[in-house]
């Protein structure tokens, strides 16, 4: 079995986001444990209208051309950890609306959310972890919160990921998570295929 494909997500998209450090460093920690491939998939290159379907994806392939190079992409990785804010104490509205336009690619793959913010993105986290189980994902218990003066001092006093290096231990607990999910659920869904074919 080849190494589950893992996509982290940037959830947000306006100009001058935070969204990117955080992306990066989670980036370049899984990159260097060598059991995952990974890569940044930012929702700025598929600009996706606010949903406009007649259908739920669920059943009917969206017809817009964003939506199914978005819906390509997703059914591309074996699992994803959402880099994500809090806008008004949920997942802002970019990604809310970028989960609503795919279904089945989602399905039965893994998710795991890095948050940041003033409670390091939690309330955020913990409402994404309820709409992942309705896109038949397996969201983790571990994850990545940013938050506080960890998060101000980034925001506001030009600190970096090295200045926070307790971090990293639940960047590691994440990404055991994730791995072990992300290769039990590759391997189920692969001979699933076999089995039918
Ligand atoms: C519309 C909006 C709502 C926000 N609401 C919250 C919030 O509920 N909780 C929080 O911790 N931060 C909140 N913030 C502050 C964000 O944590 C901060 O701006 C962060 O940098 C946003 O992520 P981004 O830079 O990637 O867009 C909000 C910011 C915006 C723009």
Redesign the pocket.
């Known amino acids: 079995m080849s190494k589950p494909r893992i996509g982290i997500v ?3 998209t ?1 100009q ?5 450090k955080p992306a990066a460093w989670i980036r370049d920690i899984a990159a260097a444990r060598g059991d995952l491939d990974v890569e940044i998939v930012d929702l700025r290159d598929y600009p996706m209208p606010l949903f406009d379907e007649p259908v739920s994806p669920a059943y009917v392939p969206p017809t817009n051309e964003a939506a199914q190079r978005w819906g390509r992409k997703v059914a591309e990785l074996d699992g994803f950890i959402f880099v994500t ?6 997942p ?1 509205a970019a990604l809310k609306n970028a989960l609503d336009y795919a279904y089945k690619e989602f399905n039965r793959k893994p998710a795991a959310f890095v948050g ?4 390091g ?1 939690a ?2 986290v913990e409402q994404l972890r309820l709409i992942a189980i309705e896109l038949q994902m397996a969201p983790t218990r571990s994850g990545v919160h940013i ?1 506080g003066a960890d ?1 101000m001092g980034m ?1 506001m006093q030009g600190k970096t990921f090295a200045d926070l290096p307790h971090l990293d231990a639940t960047a590691v607990a994440l990404l055991d998570e994730l791995s072990w999910w992300a290769h039990v659920l590759k391997a189920a869904r692969e001979a699933t295929v076999a089995k039918a074919a």
């Open positions: 940037i959830s947000t306006r001058g986001r935070f969204g990117d804010a809090e806008y008004n104490r949920g802002p940041y913010g003033g409670v993105g309330r955020a938050g998060f925001y």
